[in-house]
């Protein structure tokens, strides 16, 4: 069982940056992705279930969007119009109980 996440990076504010997360092991249905930021918990940003309904948090809604493409057990994170408080370590997660190691997003201004 693995869930490894890729995408992040430095990227100045208003920029995009995807992150995917790959699952080996097991079959994905539902999926998430959380952040947590310096000194603050870590936080849901968007989840996608078996179906493809999707649930964002509002700071983030009409700016991100997850997807999924369910051959590849692989679930992305498009981060558009991005702001310095985006920056935080972000985590991928599936059916609840499996977490990735983080990618850090890190959004200058």
């Known amino acids: 069982v693995q869930l490894q996440a890729s995408g992040g990076g430095l990227v100045q504010a208003g920029g995009s940056l995807r992150l995917s997360c790959a699952a080996s092991?097991?079959?994905?249905?539902?999926m998430g992705w959380y952040r947590q930021a310096p000194g603050k918990q870590r936080a849901l940003v968007a989840v996608i279930g078996s179906g493809g309904s999707t649930s964002y948090a509002d700071s983030v809604k009409g700016r991100f969007t997850i997807s999924r493409d369910n051959a590849k057990n692989t679930v992305y994170l498009q981060m558009n119009s991005l702001k310095p408080e985006d920056t935080a370590v972000y985590y991928c997660?599936?059916?609840?109980?499996?977490w990735g190691k983080g990618t850090l997003v890190t959004v200058s201004s």
């Open positions: 092991g097991f079959s994905i249905n539902i």
């Open positions: 997660n599936a059916n609840v109980v499996y």
